[in-house]
């Protein structure tokens, strides 16, 4: 089964559970795959200002990381504002948006960085439309070998 393939399966299951309640509207798609592209441009940026205003302003807001656990848009802001900021491209594999309803969205993805050999990174991200946009309301990022290369 290809990942379209499951994702066409998920919303039909999910519409059976919440009926009228749609997943994966197109629209709402592009809407989540467009702000996610900002967000990927401002982190290998080091946008400061666009991440911090991509992030839901509430101290609910939670970002698991690599070595750290954050909780509260303070906390998370103030990681960003003293993490290095050479070094952050990254390579994005398998991409997954999947929408529920029209304001909750989930973006999984894989990444690789040159300066990680034989990683592979995966962050998961819940975004919410708010009355200011889409905004991260939970975060996870972690590292594991890269399956690609186990044998």
Same mark, same amino acid.
């Given at each position: 089964?290809?990942?379209?393939?499951?994702?066409? +399966?998920?919303?039909? +299951?999910?519409?059976?559970?919440?009926?009228?309640?749609?997943?994966?509207?197109?629209?709402?798609?592009?809407? =989540?795959?467009?702000?996610?592209? $900002?967000?990927?441009?401002?982190?290998?940026?080091?946008?400061?200002?666009?991440? #911090?205003?991509?992030?839901?302003?509430?101290?609910?807001?939670? /970002?698991?990381?690599?070595?750290?656990?954050?909780? #509260?848009?303070?906390?998370?802001?103030?990681? $960003?504002?003293? /993490?290095?900021?050479?070094?952050?491209?990254?390579?994005?594999? +398998?991409?997954?948006?999947?929408?529920?309803? /029209?304001?909750?969205?989930? =973006?999984?993805?894989?990444?690789? /960085?040159?300066?990680?050999?034989? +990683?592979?990174? $995966?962050?998961?991200?819940?975004?919410?439309?708010?009355?200011?946009?889409? $905004?991260?309301?939970?975060?996870?990022?972690?590292?594991?070998?890269?399956?690609?290369?186990? #044998?």
């Amino acid at each position: 089964m290809t990942s379209k393939q499951a994702a066409k +399966q998920a919303a039909r +299951q999910f519409e059976k559970l919440l009926p009228g309640l749609s997943a994966d509207d197109p629209d709402v798609v592009a809407e =989540v795959e467009a702000v996610f592209a $900002r967000y990927e441009t401002a982190l290998i940026e080091n946008d400061l200002a666009t991440l #911090g205003e991509l992030f839901w302003e509430d101290e609910r807001t939670i /970002r698991f990381g690599i070595q750290e656990n954050l909780y #509260g848009a303070e906390a998370i802001a103030a990681f $960003r504002a003293t /993490r290095p900021s050479i070094g952050l491209n990254r390579r994005l594999a +398998q991409t997954a948006i999947t929408t529920f309803g /029209r304001d909750v969205a989930t =973006v999984s993805t894989l990444f690789y /960085r040159d300066d990680a050999p034989g +990683q592979c990174g $995966r962050q998961m991200q819940t975004w919410l439309r708010t009355e200011a946009g889409w $905004r991260i309301v939970a975060a996870h990022v972690s590292l594991i070998a890269d399956p690609r290369q186990a #044998g």
